[in-house]
């Protein structure tokens, strides 16, 4: 079964959308990310003047990804030459582009249009460079950019935010008035690889966008924060590796996602498994469009003030005595968990419920229970 | 029937219609067949360009003074655009003036060129709608009279001008001097803008700050203009409307004993190749000349591919300079040699 979705007015095939990378950054791999089903592709960004290539550029770490070049190293005249070799078989091409000024961004954008562009991402929140500054500050410098395109193309205009900007009202409203469809976000956070300590150097010469699994946490939040502060549809980007975090997103209020980084890691194939992933967990769950799963977690989602405030006590199922474990007992910052003689006891008097402990323990021997009134 | 019209039938860019015509083997051989079939159906032919027989692959760029390093720097980025359209550009001097500059288009129109990018801040008005009503398609480039009415491109001094002072303000300077080529109030009037502004948003109220004439804008106009600048009352920082101005003034202070940035800070606009070699480094506003020169290149194609757009909407891209912070500032933190 085909789960469509209708996203920008593009009548997508399924919800997962390649992100801007080097992944896809000429029509030979974009072409790879349509074989692989992806409903949509965003192409590596266009800019005016492209940056050149250098090396290292890509800092890997405990599958963390930190990359510090800005993506843009082909010539507009090339991405018309390479956009004209993709077979798009139903999937829809939207062109990244960034830009420094309103007239200059229109620009690229009339060109994006022009060499057969779907849809555009704006992508002005780069980490790694100052060029637009001013609107990391002042919301009515993002409007008159994404103004200025909306006001140029006749086809769709996404903006992709970075975590702090999504969450601000004055921003989403600037997007909003400027008439955008959709929003994207996260922008990669700006990372620095870490310190040599004996050379005393950075291992990376400069600034990186931060990447994969681990900003997935800010990325969620960036989707369920937006989906209830605006009306437009949410792409959720930031850490997307599987079909799981995909119906993630979407629960939260995401249309779609955009796989990134883990393509890099894993390959273009795990576009297909995901579009596989994705049909397969509705199909076996009697999901009949994406509409029954888009924002069906968020009624779950309590402002701090609202959430239950339940009293609760850590408490043994069985008796452990394993002395060289010791998690729990190390992790109680309340020492309700200590060793005793007959192993590992836990006080209901001085737990205060984290539930730490319960989540840590490798045998599962820890549960949380409501406690008894005091 | 014109390319902008075969394209649209054809369900191609326009681009790619140029590119059937003028290098037919670059294009995918569905895309040129889909192409050719259109332009069979509805009996188009590319016209052979004014004044009959094969016109030069060229395009004229114009520059006041090929000696200035953002004239090359313009250049080059015309190039890179023109090489990927297998155009030559022929650069021609114009010394400044108006009459040499009617000179220069015009010996630029005798060789035929395809279209001409001026770079320019004298172009009257008529000569530029001179150049229109014979249908050269053209490119200006600067804030001439003529530019608001014609396809343009410029860089935003004030914002530089600002950009610089609001830096130069959060260092602690408080006494500016803007050192400027005598006889260029385009650019020094952008500067002071920026610098009023900057002075407002930071609520510094005015600091007395004023402006000296350089003679010319070489290095040795710098070097000279030392000596007035340390007659009378000293600023902080002295704002130069360009490196070499910059330099040269750097180099004289430097022989009179005054410490920069220690006693006098120097900053300039252009941020050429030595800024990042002199000692101490120079802070200056970085000028996007070669991103400019590839725009520029490209509203020009866009012209030559499509004609129409010869009668439409003047286009106007505006483009931002930015802060290159080193050390002839005051400033001692080394990130700052890399970002805002």
Not at chain 1, 41 to 64: C, D, H, K, Q
Not at chain 2, 24 to 47: D, F, I, N
Not at chain 2, 187 to 205: D, F, N, P, Q, V
Not at chain 2, 313 to 328: A, G
Request: net charge neutral; glycine share 10%.
């Amino acid at each position: 079964m085909e789960y469509k979705l209708d996203f920008m007015g593009l009548p997508l095939k399924n919800a997962v959308i390649v992100a801007a990378g080097p992944w896809a950054g000429d029509a030979r791999s974009i072409q790879k990310c349509i074989d692989a089903g992806a409903a949509a592709v965003i192409t590596e960004t266009i800019v005016m003047e492209e940056s050149a290539l250098f090396g290292p550029r890509v800092y890997y770490e405990n599958e963390e990804l930190l990359n510090i070049s800005l993506y843009g190293h082909r010539p507009l005249e090339e991405w018309e030459e390479q956009v004209e070799r993709i077979h798009k078989k139903g999937s829809f091409l939207i062109c990244s582009i960034r830009g420094s000024s309103p007239s200059e961004l229109a620009y690229i954008a009339r060109r994006a249009e022009r060499l057969g562009a779907d849809a555009l991402q704006l992508d002005l929140f780069a980490p790694m460079d100052a060029m637009l500054e001013e609107i990391n500050m002042r919301p009515e410098k993002l409007y008159e950019m994404t103004k200025c395109v909306t006001g140029t193309v006749k086809i769709p205009v996404m903006a992709r935010l970075p975590h702090n900007i999504s969450a601000s009202t004055a921003y989403i409203r600037a997007l909003e008035r400027a008439g955008v469809s959709a929003i994207s976000a996260i922008e990669s956070l700006r990372g620095i690889s870490g310190v040599d300590l004996e050379n005393r150097r950075t291992k990376m010469p400069t600034y990186g966008g931060y990447t994969g699994k681990h900003i997935r946490p800010v990325s969620l939040a960036a989707t369920a924060t937006l989906s209830q502060m605006t009306d437009c549809q949410i792409c959720g980007v930031g850490g997307v590796e599987t079909y799981e975090n995909i119906l993630e997103f979407m629960m939260l209020g995401a249309a779609t996602a955009q796989l990134g980084s883990v393509i890099m890691l894993k390959g273009y194939d795990v576009i297909t498994e995901t579009v596989k992933g994705l049909a397969g967990w509705m199909e076996s769950h009697g999901c009949q469009s994406y509409g029954e799963i888009i924002g069906a977690a968020l009624p779950t989602l309590s402002p701090y003030e609202k959430i239950e405030r339940m009293r609760a006590v850590s408490c043994l199922t069985e008796p452990c005595g394993d002395r060289d474990c010791g998690l729990c007992v190390r992790g109680c910052m309340y020492e309700a968990l200590t060793f005793g003689e007959d192993g590992v006891r836990c006080d209901p008097a001085l737990c205060t419920g984290c539930g730490l402990c319960v989540q840590r323990c490798p045998k599962g021997i820890l549960k949380l229970k409501k406690a008894p009134r005091a | 029937m014109n390319v902008r019209e075969i394209a649209k039938l054809a369900n191609v860019s326009i681009a790619t219609v140029s590119r059937v015509i003028n290098r037919p083997e670059v294009v995918l051989p569905e895309t040129r067949e889909q192409v050719l079939a259109v332009m069979r159906k509805v009996g188009y032919s590319p016209a052979p360009h004014a004044g009959g027989g094969a016109q030069p692959k060229a395009v004229g760029l114009l520059v006041p003074d090929a000696e200035d390093y953002l004239a090359i720097r313009l250049m080059a980025g015309i190039e890179s655009v023109a090489a990927r359209r297998e155009h030559a550009v022929y650069l021609c001097s114009t010394k400044g003036g108006p009459d040499r500059e009617r000179q220069a288009i015009a010996g630029a129109l005798e060789q035929r060129m395809r279209g001409l990018v001026i770079y320019t801040n004298t172009l009257s008005a008529e000569d530029a709608a001179d150049l229109q009503r014979r249908r050269v398609p053209f490119v200006l480039v600067g804030r001439s009279e003529a530019a608001p009415r014609h396809n343009a491109c410029y860089i935003n001094y004030e914002e530089g001008g600002y950009r610089m002072v609001r830096h130069l303000l959060e260092l602690g300077h408080q006494k500016f001097l803007l050192l400027c080529e005598a006889g260029s109030p385009n650019i020094e009037a952008r500067m002071w803008e920026g610098l009023c502004r900057a002075r407002r948003e930071l609520m510094t109220g005015p600091g007395g700050d004023r402006v000296l004439h350089a003679e010319g804008g070489s290095i040795r106009a710098g070097y000279d203009a030392a000596r007035e600048v340390l007659a009378g009352e000293r600023p902080d920082a002295v704002f130069a409307s360009s490196d070499e101005l910059a330099l040269g003034l750097m180099k004289a202070l430097q022989e009179n004993g005054v410490g920069v940035p220690g006693q006098i800070a120097v900053t300039g606009f252009t941020d050429s190749p030595v800024a990042g070699v002199v000692t101490p480094e120079l802070t200056t506003v970085e000028q996007p000349t070669h991103r400019l020169g590839m725009v520029a290149a490209r509203m020009l194609f866009d012209l030559i591919d499509d004609e129409s757009l010869l009668d439409g909407t003047p286009q106007e891209i505006v483009l931002l300079p930015k802060l290159k912070v080193r050390n002839s500032c005051g400033n001692r933190k080394p990130i700052n040699t890399l970002f805002e």
